[in-house]
């Protein structure tokens, strides 16, 4: 029933304004369990593919949205469950993964249907990076859900890091036809087979998307982008740093000189 008046709140203004254009909406089951495996550029992801949708979808959210004090936080609780999210703490790396597979297995054998991003974060740089084969690979096969991939396309442009007020343009979603991986049952425990599977669903993300593909995680290369922009910034400041006893040594120099020409005169 939440849901239902957040689709309504929530879905029906979005699709208004930004007016989001569709491709492969028939791949998505009118009914029965399904995975959407999608690409992950924005926070509004899970909003305007929700949107487009005639089915409830869940996705996983962090513990934070869920948790946190007083009324902004009841209220940003509140939000977050009536759009279909479902938290998970992942203040410990292998904890917070059981309890995403596990919360996918519930929601598939409900019927429903189950989001995840494999590159496990949103991407740094708009590129497609190395999909996690933990979640998504094993929910999978312990459900034998099908594997409907998706793709988010100019999300990260409607509200670049740093812009406060939206931009109002026309993203897009592309759904791809289902992958069935019936043919892995059984083999959740073998760690070829997660990644075999997982490279699979992300290469026919990449084709939906037309996105560069990157062989390796989104969480390391936010790593070495957090760590570049540390540097330049040390760099800078040590070229000011410099340009700063330069200045100073030639401000001396030039009192040195003018005492001495006095003294000599």
């Known amino acids: 029933m939440l849901y239902g008046a957040m689709k309504v709140s929530v879905g029906g203004p979005l699709k208004m304004i930004f007016r989001p254009w569709v ?6 089951p009118a009914e029965g369990p399904a995975i959407l495996a999608s690409n992950h550029l924005s926070f509004s992801d899970s909003f305007f593919l929700p949107a487009v949708l005639d089915r409830k979808v869940t996705f996983i959210a962090k513990a934070e949205y869920f948790t946190t004090p007083g009324v902004k936080g009841r209220l940003t609780a509140a939000f977050f469950k009536g759009v ?10 292998r904890g917070a993964g059981e309890a995403a597979i ?4 519930e929601v598939l054998e409900r019927g429903e249907l ?12 708009g590129r497609l ?5 933990g979640g998504l690979a094993r929910v999978a096969l312990a459900t034998g859900a099908p594997v409907i991939p998706v793709a988010m396309i100019d999300t990260e442009k409607i509200q670049p890091p740093g812009k406060v007020m939206p931009k109002v343009m026309r993203p897009g979603i592309r759904i791809g036809e289902p992958l069935d991986f019936s043919r892995y049952q059984g083999m959740d425990h073998d760690r070829f087979v997660l990644r075999a599977l997982t ?3 992300m290469y026919e993300i990449m084709k939906l998307s037309g996105q ?18 540390k540097a330049e910034k040390e760099a800078g400041r040590a070229a000011r740093e410099a340009e700063k006893a330069a200045q100073a040594a030639l401000a001396k120099a030039e009192k040195d000189q003018a005492d001495k020409e006095r003294s000599e005169s």
């Open 23 to 28: 491709e492969g909406l028939e791949n998505v």
């Open 114 to 125: 189950f989001g995840i991003y494999p590159e496990g974060t949103r991407s740094p740089d």
């Open 199 to 201: 490279d699979e669903v």
């Open 84 to 93: 279909g999210q479902l938290p998970v703490d992942r203040s410990g790396a």
């Open 102 to 105: 596990k919360s996918g297995i």
């Open 129 to 133: 990076y190395r999909g996690k084969p």
């Open 212 to 229: 560069e593909y990157v062989d390796m995680y989104a969480t390391a290369a936010k790593r070495q982008i957090a760590e570049a922009a």
